[in-house]
């Protein structure tokens, strides 16, 4: 099954605007990572969390220490380069595998 | 910095025929190495996870028959697409994890098209 759920699957927002991805994990995460992807394929590493949150410009990623089942990217003031597919892949505690999510195909529009 | 290269960036085969990929980490020690297979539809699949010194993990779906892997030492696995046919299309991702932070670095793929 899939332990990994990322939404929402599409997005399109106003440069300028802000907005936040979220994923939901089926099980206790170890870590989470997220990932753009850009039109060449290449998967550019935003953040690896293992808890707690960190941000890096306009983009900001929270773990849940707690009960460690999600997790989210926000992105501030957003802007035409931001424009790509995002994804999250959480560790399952143990095992070293990272499981994706699906995938948010964000479109940031004039 | 941390780097991986993997190549070929892409590969053309026929049916039936087989596709060597190379997937090297430059700047750190990778401690293990995942493989991964992005559809068409942009859906990963996690293939195989492959530790230096320890048995090789395949996910349900993919064997090592189909799919065998090397990786000799910290820096270098190498996975092998046996017999590709059209459901074995996509983009093939070689995804390192550095030893001392646990971070994956992912190279820019290997994409098979099968005619």
Redesign the interface.
């Known amino acids: 099954g899939d332990q990994v759920e990322q939404s929402p699957s599409a997005l399109s927002l106003h440069e300028g605007t802000d907005s936040a991805l979220r994923c939901n994990f089926t099980t206790t995460m170890r870590s989470v990572q997220w990932f753009r992807q850009n039109s060449r394929g290449s998967l550019i590493s935003l953040f690896y969390l293992a808890s707690g949150t960190k941000e890096n410009g306009r983009l900001k990623s929270a773990f849940d220490s707690k009960e460690r089942r999600y997790s989210t990217l926000h992105i501030r003031d957003a802007q035409l380069e931001d424009s790509g597919t995002y994804f999250c892949a959480a560790e399952e505690p143990g095992y070293q595998n990272f499981y994706f999510g699906k995938g948010t195909s964000l479109t940031v529009i004039p | 910095g941390a780097l991986v290269y993997q190549y070929p960036r892409r590969t053309i085969c026929k049916s039936g025929t087989s596709m060597r990929m190379e997937c090297q980490a430059v700047g750190f020690q990778a401690t293990?190495v995942?493989w991964?297979r992005?559809s068409p539809q942009?859906?990963?699949e996690?293939i195989a996870?492959s530790?230096v010194n320890s048995a090789i993990k395949y996910?349900q779906n993919f064997t090592q028959e189909k799919f065998p892997i090397s990786h000799p030492n910290l820096s270098f696995s190498s996975m092998t697409v046996l017999n590709a046919y059209l459901e074995d299309r996509g983009?093939y991702?070689c995804?390192a994890?550095q030893q001392n932070?646990?971070?994956?670095?992912?190279g820019?793929?290997s994409?098979l098209t099968v005619l």
């Open positions: 293990s995942a991964y992005q942009k859906t990963f996690l996870l530790t996910e983009l991702l995804g994890r932070t646990g971070q994956l670095y992912f820019e793929g994409k």
